[in-house]
């Protein structure tokens, strides 16, 4: 990126603006008002006025519910006749939404008549009949009839009562003694009763009730009519209040730029940056619409690392003076960034975004959570039910929402699906079945068909290897993760601060993490190591590759290297050697792995297992899936694990199991995102970010607008 600058009169600020704004190509910066005798600047004249038209024309949009995919194509807009037809369009929509708020306002008043009413109904009794006597006191209301009662029979204001009605409604009349007021409020006082409303009608509440309804209706009518009228009016406006919009905001953009530039009295400057390979196009356009009446200047050409230092900068005629070779520019502004990522992988800049924006010349994570995240989530889920559930969950959410962070998720999601379909047909289970047991469609291992075996998740008494072997898959996979991380710190360091430094600071990291590991897991002290390490990939274990620990040579070695990091991290730093048992703790910290893999794979063994029941043979358990399967079990005398609620509970049991194994598969669906989501998503930010990333770069916002319903 490069820095530039452009200075110039006043007199031709509103064409630079202009030309500028057409480019969308320079991230301007706001004037810090640093600088002697200069001043930001005002807005242009008008800018008040585009504004308010700007509210005006928004306004519109939202009472019309008019978004961007209403729009049928490019439209002219008549600059001198806009402000006219502008109001023209204003008075007849807000003629139209009046009418349907008034509408609308008499319905919902209507409606709560309506049910101010229905209770009167229960009591059989004409409206009229219940207000206007000059010696009688009425009451109308909802509480409890014996205590209303009672109420009555102590006051000494009433000589006598009646009471109508059971239930939801009740109605009151007392005849007071000579000269009491307000007796049978008085009485009520502290009761449990609340008091309706009486409508003024002389009809029964039924008859009342229906007419209002009527009422209702008609209202209804005619606000459908005026909805239909405003969605014609969205129809013929849409193109133009959208063309409209984008032509304010395009003038307020330009109207309110000077409030970033520095001015003085007669003259502007206005700072920026650009991609340095469209430097000379800034310069050739501005020159081609003012010629010499402004400077463009490239200040420098930026080439940060993510703390702010620099290789080097080059210094251009006219521009500032800064630091080379390591050191830091003058100002502590660094560039914004333009963040990219490979075509497939976008949607993971949402997980990188989470933590911060890279800053500029900061590698940038998102390719590589894109190869590892998924990698992680489909090992640990591996299942081709959830996978295909979780690959229709993310298709929904990319397809069906407009949020572009929806978008995101939906697409990480359905890279996690696919995933886990992969694992899952590795595993070959779905939904924590083998189908080829239950089924004669299959008739062997899903892999066994593409000429390889299938491999275990360890679950099953017979299979406790695997689940220790996962644990060392699980380390190794997090030292080569925490490799990657620390290779990349070491490379900016390199480049930024040279070799000593990134040798002591980063190399030293490099050095303690492989000679740790490729000492565990060599023969050196073999005898004080546990045996799953030289086991898991020997030959005759369950993943048997050949090799059973590196050789006690290379274990001294490897100690040896982890011996000079020590040192070299003491030279950079006293206090990070107190931390120097990290790479222990950071590859241990990537078992979660394969504890997650267990407990999920032992969740959905446990749903099939109460639903179905099983029994064990061989190490392994046998579902008992079939009618008569668990008597012909028990006449053979197997070990049976549990009887299954499909296999022994009758129609209730059957019953039973189908909402076990529902929601019980739900269940474990969803705690897969819990679970290996935010474990995974753990690893990427703690162990791995933590190594190299630190983010909290700003945006590459271009001064400019991409032309959509207007020409240019």
């Known amino acids: 990126m490069s820095k ?9 600020l509103e064409q630079v603006i202009a030309t500028v704004h057409e480019l969308n190509l320079v991230h301007i910066r706001d004037y810090d008002e640093s600088w002697d005798g200069f001043e930001p600047g005002a807005s242009l004249e008008g800018a008040d006025q585009t504004a308010e038209q700007l509210v005006t024309v928004r306004s519109l949009e939202s009472i019309l519910d008019i978004d961007e995919d209403d729009a049928e194509g490019s439209f002219g807009v008549d600059e001198a006749k806009l402000q006219e037809q502008l109001e023209a369009v204003r008075s007849r929509v807000n003629e139209k939404d009046d009418e349907r708020d008034e509408l609308r306002t008499q319905i919902r008043e209507i409606q709560e008549e309506i049910e101010a009413v229905k209770p009167f109904a229960a009591l059989g009794i004409d409206l009229d009949l219940l207000s206007g006597y000059d010696s009688l006191e009425v009451a109308v209301g909802q509480g409890k009839r014996d205590a209303v009662e009672m109420a009555l029979s102590a006051s000494e204001e009433i000589e006598a009562y009646e009471i109508f009605g059971e239930g939801r409604a009740i109605a009151v009349f007392v005849n007071p003694t000579p000269g009491a007021t307000d007796a049978l409020a008085d009485a009520l006082v502290g009761v ?4 309706y409303t009486i409508p003024n009608a002389d009809e029964s509440p039924s008859a009342y009730v229906q007419g209002l309804e009527q009422k209702k209706r008609k209202l209804e009518s005619k606000l459908n009519t005026v909805e239909s009228e405003i969605q014609e009016v969205k129809l013929e406006e849409a193109d133009f209040l959208l063309a409209v919009e984008e032509k304010l905001t395009i003038e307020a953009q330009r109207k309110e730029a000077p409030l970033s530039f520095a001015t003085t009295k007669n003259a502007f400057v206005a700072e920026g940056w650009i991609p340095t390979k469209r430097f000379d196009e800034l310069e050739s356009a501005l020159q081609a619409t003012v010629g010499d009446s402004v400077l463009v200047e490239e200040l420098e050409v930026a080439s940060f690392g993510s703390d702010g230092s620099h290789k080097h900068t080059e210094h251009v005629a006219g521009g500032e003076e800064v630091a080379t070779d390591g050191g830091h520019a003058s100002s502590s502004e660094t560039p914004p960034v333009i963040q990219k990522a490979p075509k497939g992988a976008e949607s993971f800049k949402l997980l990188t975004e989470a933590v911060s924006r890279p800053k500029y010349k900061e590698f940038d994570p998102t390719i590589l959570v894109f190869l590892t995240f998924p990698l992680m989530f489909g090992f640990m889920i591996g299942d081709i039910g959830y996978g295909a559930l979780y690959l229709a969950i993310g298709y929904f959410m990319y397809s069906q929402y407009e949020s572009a962070g929806i978008k995101s998720l939906g697409g990480v999601a359905m890279w996690a699906g696919a995933f886990t379909v992969l694992f899952g047909f590795l595993y070959d289970e779905v939904f924590g079945l083998h189908l080829y047991e239950y089924t004669t469609i299959i008739s062997q291992p899903l892999p066994e068909y593409i000429g390889i075996s299938y491999i275990s998740k360890g679950i099953f008494p017979g299979d406790i290897e695997w689940a220790i072997g996962w644990l060392v898959v699980s380390v190794l996979f997090g030292v080569l993760h925490l490799n990657i991380a620390y290779v990349l710190q070491f490379i900016e360091d390199l480049e930024f601060h040279g070799a000593k430094e990134a040798i002591q600071e980063t190399g030293s990291w490099i050095l303690l993490l492989n000679g740790l590991w490729i000492w565990v897991f060599s023969t050196h002290l073999e005898s004080s190591k546990p045996e799953f390490l030289f086991e ?15 050789s006690e040579t290379v274990g001294i070695i490897a100690l040896g290297a982890f011996i000079v990091g020590f040192f070299l991290l003491a030279s950079a730093s006293l206090a990070e050697v ?43 358990y046998t579902f008992l899936m079939t009618p008569g399967s668990l008597e012909a079990a028990q006449a053979a005398g197997q070990n049976i694990v549990f009887p299954g609620l499909f296999t022994a509970g009758g129609v209730i049991g059957l019953i039973a199991g189908l909402l076990v194994l529902v929601f019980g598969h739900i269940i474990v669906l969803a705690l897969g995102v819990t679970s290996a989501g935010l474990q995974g998503i753990r690893l990427e930010y703690v162990e791995f970010f933590g190594k190299f990333y630190e983010g909290g770069g700003d945006k590459y916002e271009p001064f400019g607008h991409e032309r959509r319903y207007t020409d240019e």
């Open 4 to 12: 530039v600058s452009v200075t110039g009169s006043k007199g031709v």
């Open 192 to 195: 449990d009763f609340t008091t």
């Open 536 to 550: 898991t990939f020997a030959a005759g274990g369950p993943m048997a590759i050949g090799f059973a620990g590196f």
């Open 578 to 620: 107190l931390e120097f048992l990290n790479v222990l703790v950071n590859g241990l910290s990537y078992t979660r792995i394969a504890a997650v893999l267990l407990a999920k794979a032992g969740m959905a063994l446990a749903v099939n297992l109460l639903a179905f029941g099983a029994v064990l043979e061989d190490g392994s």
